[in-house]
């Protein structure tokens, strides 16, 4: 009972393949972030369209998802540390939407902003036929 008790602190040494799963969980989200990230730069020098930012922002939330349903499995489930891991993914989910959400706004912006110029190279163009 003494190693039970000593191992009751570490369980993700006894269990490799948990600390393994949890580790590529973790990479998923790295690699998920990176992907919103450079979809974001694309979005905003103009590069990309607001559907791949959508799709990387979900990609996110997926990862983050998986990784707390893996960091999940082991822990004792009456700890109050069990809690932080879906807090922290709410975070993230909100914190992807808000990313969607400026990407739409700038890019109804921008939609404007070419309407705008077309009104006036039109108002100008027409303003030359009549002369």
């Known amino acids: 009972r003494k190693e039970d008790a000593k191992n009751k ?3 993700f040494h006894v269990d490799p393949a948990w600390a393994n799963g949890l580790i590529s969980a973790a990479h998923q989200v790295a690699g998920a972030v990176k992907t919103l990230v450079t979809a974001a730069n694309s979005s905003v020098e103009g590069k990309a369209q607001q559907e791949a930012l959508v799709a990387s922002s979900r990609q996110v939330a997926q990862a983050t998802a998986h990784l707390v349903a ?3 499995t ?3 489930p009456n700890s109050k540390t069990i809690l932080r891991p879906g807090i922290a993914a709410k975070d993230v989910a909100n914190a992807t939407s808000k990313v969607v959400e400026a990407a739409a706004k700038a890019a109804r912006w921008e939609e404007e902003e070419a309407e705008k110029e077309d009104k006036v190279d039109f108002e100008s163009a027409s303003g030359k036929v009549k002369e």
């Open 9 to 11: 602190g570490t369980k």
């Open 74 to 76: 082991k822990p004792d």
């Open 70 to 72: 893996a960091s999940k």
